[in-house]
């Protein structure tokens, strides 16, 4: 009777032993089911990473990846630049403390300076200096004159750029026509296919042509794929060549100005057109006799 007890209390012992062991070795074969649909999950998101291009942190935006962003140009087959602004607010663009009302200031056959109507620009006028192409000077000083109508698309192109972090740095603007008649008589034999001649149509003798580029807020000049005057493929609009960012600090810039109603020259980055005036021909008044006229007529109305 004993040995059959001791047999059965054996018996018992096993049986609640494997059922104590039996969840543990379960346990040990199968996770929580809210473990392990997160490690699916992870697997799911790693084997998806897997598959995605890879980029470099230090790998710069491509502008064609973006449209809002400026394309390439005009005047040759890239597709148009879109505008920085809605057409419907361009007439909305405020100028900021003005220097003087555009109403105010003084013009000379629609000619203003526009360092009256505001001091956010950077003059840097090379032709009133001997380090330009010519290495002859052409100015007496360093002026910035220009059609009124221009004068106020460039403020607005202003306004935005330094909304962008930029100032337009303006390299030269209104050229007297005997100026451009020197300009052009001083150009070397191989590169006189890049400076007009002298004519009653010429673009800065009206006062509608800008040539410029852009600084950053300290004044600081920004790189393009050319400098400036630098007459050769570097300086075309749709110049491959140079680095990502001086392309597309050079695509920006032409975009900002083509929002504004500028045109560009295929094979100036910095050169800008604007609509000429109707009636209005080249003019030969240099920036001495303009100031000295502006001084005469501030003077009368004190």
Not at 105 to 122: A, K, R, W
Request: aromatic share 10%; hydrophobic share 35%.
């Amino acid at each position: 009777m004993k040995k059959h007890i001791a047999i059965f209390s054996l018996i018992i012992f096993v049986i609640t032993m494997a059922f104590i062991c039996l969840p543990n070795k379960k346990n040990q074969n199968s996770e929580d089911p809210v473990i392990a649909e997160i490690i699916d999950t992870e697997e799911v998101i790693v084997s998806v990473s897997e598959d995605l291009p890879k980029k470099s942190e230090d790998s710069k935006i491509d502008f064609g990846e973006i449209s809002s962003q400026p394309q390439i140009l005009a005047e040759n087959n890239n597709p148009e630049i879109p505008p920085i602004i809605n057409e419907e607010e361009e007439d909305s663009v405020i100028i900021e403390d003005p220097l003087r009302s555009i109403e105010d200031v003084f013009d000379y056959n629609g000619l203003v300076d526009i360092t009256e109507l505001s001091n956010d620009f950077v003059l840097d006028i090379s032709y009133a200096t001997t380090n330009n192409f010519t290495g002859v000077q052409h100015y007496e000083y360093p002026t910035a004159l220009m059609q009124k109508d221009v004068a106020i698309m460039l403020i607005k192109a202003q306004v935005i750029a330094m909304q962008d972090g930029f100032r337009i740095r303006l390299y030269d603007t209104y050229r007297p026509l005997s100026v451009q008649g020197s300009l052009y008589d001083s150009t070397p034999p191989e590169l006189e296919a890049f400076v007009a001649k002298p004519s009653k149509k010429e673009g800065h003798s009206i006062g509608i042509s800008i040539d410029c580029g852009l600084s950053d807020m300290e004044g600081n000049e920004i790189s393009m794929p050319s400098g400036f005057d630098e007459f050769n493929s570097s300086a075309y609009v749709d110049y491959s060549g140079g680095t990502e960012e001086q392309r597309q600090n050079r695509d920006y810039l032409i975009s900002l100005m083509q929002s504004c109603g500028f045109k560009v020259y295929s094979k100036e980055w910095w050169h800008f057109n604007a609509p000429a005036p109707n009636g209005i021909e080249a003019m030969d008044i240099s920036f001495e006799e303009f100031n000295r006229l502006r001084s005469e007529s501030y003077s009368r109305e004190q």
